[in-house]
């Protein structure tokens, strides 16, 4: 359970970087492209993917680059979700995301229903509901800019769902190692996210930071990390893989709903409290009932 932990944490302080860039206004987009060399770096000196065996003709690009346009794309909204709506809100939308691929696994490939699996996804979807907070006040209700606001958590929430769905896709290809696809993908997301940063330099008129560059090698660390430990999570207990799936996805929604309260100030409702103790219910039905 060590490597649970360890996961759990780096995942967590994925969130917490980001929450302290914005209060040191750093800005969030460009630590998220400095991210990516790191994280392609590690991959390949930790991982070490085999690369020299592929049959490059035969791998799924067109899966590989949804991923890597997608990945940068929600680690921005990640950030913009944190910063407008809070690093526990935005916990509990990453972690229920995996409601999506389970409801792909009904409707989009046929598998068959499964009660608790149902009873769990509808106690996620009231987590949701319940967690993310639709306004904040009926001054921020009525003005648009703030419920487009509250709106960053839901989108997590559905794109991090659907980058699950693809990366299961990617895990079919037997043909290829699942670390050498992970790889590609990660470089092929540094090259996407260095041209986001192209973007934001000269559309944008953002100013070059150098403390982006710390903060994204720290934060592409702690990135890989995760990973890392939650492939040795599984690795160390391959006949339960339901502790690891509900160790990390408990254990990421409680730690970071105590880091937000207690270290970031942030202001829960009765009913955000309902959600997160909702999101922990619903992991629990899918994991053991």
């Known amino acids: 359970m060590i ?3 360890l996961s759990v944490i780096c995942s967590v302080t994925v969130a917490v970087l980001l929450k302290l860039a914005k209060q040191n206004d750093v800005e969030a987009k460009q630590i998220i ?3 990516y060399p790191v994280a392609v770096a590690l991959t390949y000196f930790m991982l070490q993917p085999e690369l020299n ?5 035969a791998l799924p690009f067109l899966l590989y680059g949804v991923l890597a346009l997608l990945l940068p794309s929600m680690f921005i909204f990640i950030a913009l979700s944190i910063r407008y709506s809070g690093l526990v809100k935005t916990e509990v939308a990453q972690r229920l995301s995996l409601f999506i691929p389970l409801l792909a696994a009904f409707f989009l490939f046929h598998e068959k ?3 608790n699996k149902m009873l ?7 987590a949701i509901i319940c967690s993310i907070g639709w306004q904040k006040s009926r001054k921020a209700a009525k003005d648009s800019g703030a419920r487009t606001m509250a709106l960053y958590p839901l989108v997590v929430f559905i794109g991090m769902g659907v980058i699950d769905i693809l990366f299961k896709q990617v895990a079919l290809h037997v043909t290829v190692p699942y670390v050498s696809s992970m790889f590609i993908i990660f470089v092929m997301a540094m090259l996407a996210a260095l041209l986001f940063m192209f973007y934001f330099i000269i559309v944008e008129k953002q100013v070059f930071s150098i403390k982006a560059i710390g903060y994204g090698a720290v934060l592409g660390a702690f990135n890989f990390c995760n990973i890392l430990f939650y492939m040795k999570a599984h690795r160390a207990l391959p006949e339960n893989p339901s502790i690891v799936f509900t160790g990390m996805n408990i254990g990421v929604i409680s730690l970071g709903a105590l880091v937000g309260v207690l270290f970031f100030r942030e202001r829960l409702s009765r009913l955000n409290y309902l959600g997160i103790v909702l999101s922990i219910v619903s992991v629990l039905i899918i994991a053991y009932l």
């Open 33 to 35: 492209v400095w991210n």
């Open 113 to 115: 229903w499964q009660a």
């Open 53 to 57: 065996d592929i049959d490059w003709g």
């Open 120 to 126: 769990g996804i509808g106690v996620g979807v009231l």
């Open 3 to 5: 490597f649970v932990l």
